[in-house]
């Protein structure tokens, strides 16, 4: 079993996993967005905007790593927690289909066209994840601005569609609340124990 954790940067997501291994939990911290744009020799995720060939480019490579990633995970793993799943990955498609159409830089119905099968791949492959943690961006936690990831201003956005990914498949989720480690630690643990009966 599968656990997506968090779906952004600058929320104190790396603290969390760190104190949850500590905790005995197995953790994956594989960056597949940041493995794909090396690979693509990407300088910046900015480049995501600028075309709908090098968008899909992206997107398609970070579903086929990710599935072969958590595919081979979920062999030698019982339960593990994992950074990212494809609710975050087809939000982030969203993110960048949309930008594109906004700016005339993608033809809408092809666009769409591209997006509503793109959806259909991730919900295949988010079927091996038994359920989803969010945890949205809080104003006290200081933003680090990174060209490997999203802008500040498009996290609200990208939030919403992971959230009504989950919502439209029904896939379990914790939005967590709280501040602390510990009290995050709790909630995921409280969380877990009841998804999956430990």
């Not at 982030?92 to 289909?97: D, E, R």
């Not at 996290?155 to 009290?183: C, G, H, M, W």
Request: proline residues 2%.
């Amino acid at each position: 079993m599968l656990f997506f954790i968090f779906v952004f940067q600058c929320v104190g997501k790396s603290t969390t996993l760190k104190e949850l291994q500590k905790r005995g939990w197995v953790v994956d911290d594989f960056k597949v967005s940041r493995s794909v744009q090396n690979e693509l020799g990407w300088e910046s995720l900015t480049r995501a905007e600028e075309n709908a060939v090098d968008m899909v480019a992206l997107q398609e490579a970070i579903l086929t790593h990710k599935h072969q990633h958590d595919e081979h995970l979920a062999k030698h793993s019982t339960v593990f927690l994992t950074e990212r799943t494809f609710a975050d990955i087809v939000a982030y498609a969203s993110l960048w289909v949309w930008k594109l159409i906004d700016a005339d830089k993608w033809v809408a119905n092809e666009a769409m066209a591209w997006h509503r099968e793109y959806i259909k791949k991730c919900r295949e492959a988010q079927l091996i994840y038994s359920g989803v943690i969010l945890l949205p961006y809080m104003d006290h936690m200081p933003w680090e601005n990174d060209p490997y990831r999203a802008k500040k201003s498009d996290i609200s956005r990208v939030y919403e569609d992971v959230e009504s990914f989950a919502n439209q498949f029904a896939i379990p989720k914790l939005i967590i609340d709280t501040q602390t480690v510990d009290a995050r630690v709790v909630q995921i643990e409280n969380f877990l124990n009841k998804t999956i009966g430990i």
